[in-house]
Every structure is written in structure tokens, then in C-alpha cells.
Nanobody, 124 residues
């Protein structure tokens, strides 16, 4: 079992930055691909980006490419989502997720473990 806890959300003005953290316990994250998703009210869960277990390979949705960056510190068992140039449409609850395996994964149903989410609100 992997327990994931996100933190770092909050209220920020458009154009600002936030860094979300996803701390894991129960298992070492070095065996897990990690993903970030978000869900806005009334909308479906949206894929943001994913990292393989080494952190060497990442993939991002077009909506955040060039603005968001995933990094991971396997020694700290933590994954990060750096969000720059935030827009009001980035407002959502953000979730990290983990899946055991060597690759990176874009579909939410490929992930076995989820955090509780952290709210990000971007004001215009």
C-alpha cells in the first residue's frame, strides 16, 4: 500500500506560481510511476502530467506543457508539481497518483493509489 498526501495548494493570482508536493509513505516511490491530475467543478478528471519511476522521462498535457514541471526526489519519497504562469482555468483540485511499474501512464484508471487532493485557485 502507498499512501499519498498532497500539499502546497492555495490561492494565487494569474501569472503566479505554486509548487505542489506529494509525499508518499508505505512504499518507496522509486518503484512507481507518478501522475498528476486535476478536477474542476462540473468537469471530468483531467490528466496533467506523468513521470516514470526514475524521473528521467516526463509527459505533459498540451494545456500545461511549458508551464508545469514534474520532478521527484526519490530519497525523500516526494514528487513535485511546479506550476508557473498560472491561469484562472487552472483552478481545480489537484491529485497525485502512483502506479507500480517502469513506465509513465496517462490514463487515470491505470493508477492504483491516489492522494486526497489539494485545492488550487487562480484569481484573475
Amino acid at each position: 500500500q502507498v499512501q499519498l498526501v498532497e500539499s502546497g495548494g492555495g490561492l494565487v493570482q494569474a501569472g503566479g506560481s505554486l509548487r505542489l508536493s506529494c509525499a508518499a509513505s508505505g512504499r518507496t516511490l522509486s518503484f512507481y510511476g507518478m501522475g498528476w491530475f486535476r478536477q474542476a467543478p462540473g468537469k471530468e478528471r483531467e490528466f496533467i502530467g506523468t513521470s516514470d519511476r526514475s524521473g528521467s522521462n516526463t509527459y505533459y498535457a498540451d494545456s500545461v506543457k511549458g508551464r508545469f514541471t514534474i520532478s521527484r526526489d526519490n530519497a525523500k519519497n516526494t514528487v513535485y508539481l511546479q506550476m508557473n504562469s498560472l491561469k484562472p482555468e487552472d483552478t481545480a483540485v489537484y491529485y497525485c497518483a502512483a502506479v507500480y511499474g517502469p513506465g509513465w501512464y496517462r490514463r487515470w484508471d491505470e493508477y492504483a493509489y491516489w492522494g486526497q487532493g489539494t485545492q488550487v485557485t487562480v484569481s484573475s
